[in-house]
T-cell receptor, first 114, second 111 residues
Framework: GAGVSQSPSNKVTEKGKDVELRCDPISGHTALYWYRQSLGQGLEFLIYFQGNSAPDKSGLPSDRFSAERTGGSVSTLTIQRTQQEDSAVYLC????????????FGEGSRLTVL | GDSVTQMEGPVTLSEEAFLTINCTYTATGYPSLFWYVQYPGEGLQLLLKATKADDKGSNKGFEATYRKETTSFHLEKGSVQVSDSAVYFCALISGGFKTIFGAGTRLFVKA
């Protein structure tokens, strides 16, 4: 597609529910990233994909968080048993995958856990 | 580990004022350095970049020079406009593919 697309743009859920956030990267981009941006904070790295594999999952906060990428394209970030501290904007970005290449971001999915 | 430190905001300036947002980094090897900008209601986007020492990145009147000796990449603009109001993030990639971001600096420009 023309840009990185994320859905839903807004999600309100109750504590303890599972949520799925979707990212559709720019066509042809092999690298895909998930970041979390909490209110007034910087960007916290969560996970990075190169193709369908995830060489770096070091930022996932707990085992309630998981992500997958299929067909080298769409990625889903899943948060199980959501907690109030999971409330944040979840940003997806993609890049060409070449060393040093910059990121193209989606507009984010705002998650609110009540 | 690698890290980026940038000045806390918010920064409030009048139109046509000179802007500097400080950014310093810690990294192994020779990182590529970036400034990203997030305008109100929009996603982050690349503003400028520099890939080696003494490189100057520039875009939309903004400039930043890669200073290896001071491990800095300060963002400057000679004359800011109201439309420059945004959050600015300094970032680096070192070695692998993980981009590390600073905490962001919010800029308000008054007419």
């Amino acid at each position: 597609g023309a840009g990185v697309s994320q859905s839903p743009s807004n999600k309100v859920t109750e504590k303890g529910k599972d949520v799925e956030l979707r990212c559709d990267p720019i066509s042809g981009h092999t690298a895909l990233y998930w970041y979390r941006q909490s209110l007034g904070q910087g960007l916290e790295f969560l996970i990075y994909f190169q193709g369908n594999s995830a060489p770096d999952k070091s930022g996932l906060p707990s085992d309630r968080f998981s992500a997958e990428r299929t067909g080298g394209s769409v990625s889903t970030l899943t948060i199980q048993r959501t907690q109030q501290e999971d409330s944040a904007v979840y940003l997806c970005a993609s890049s060409s995958g070449l060393a040093g290449s910059w990121l193209f971001f989606g507009e984010g999915s705002r998650l609110t856990v009540l | 580990g690698d890290s980026v430190t940038q000045m806390e905001g918010p920064v409030t300036l009048s139109e046509e004022a000179f802007l500097t947002i400080n950014c310093t980094y810690t990294a192994t090897g020779y990182p590529s350095l970036f400034w990203y900008v997030q305008y109100p209601g929009e996603g982050l986007q690349l503003l400028l970049k520099a890939t080696k020492a003494d490189d100057k990145g520039s875009n939309k009147g903004f400039e930043a020079t890669y200073r290896k000796e001071t491990t800095s990449f300060h963002l400057e603009k000679g004359s800011v406009q109201v439309s420059d109001s945004a959050v600015y993030f300094c970032a680096l990639i070192s070695g692998g593919f993980k981009t590390i971001f600073g905490a962001g600096t919010r800029l308000f420009v008054k007419a």
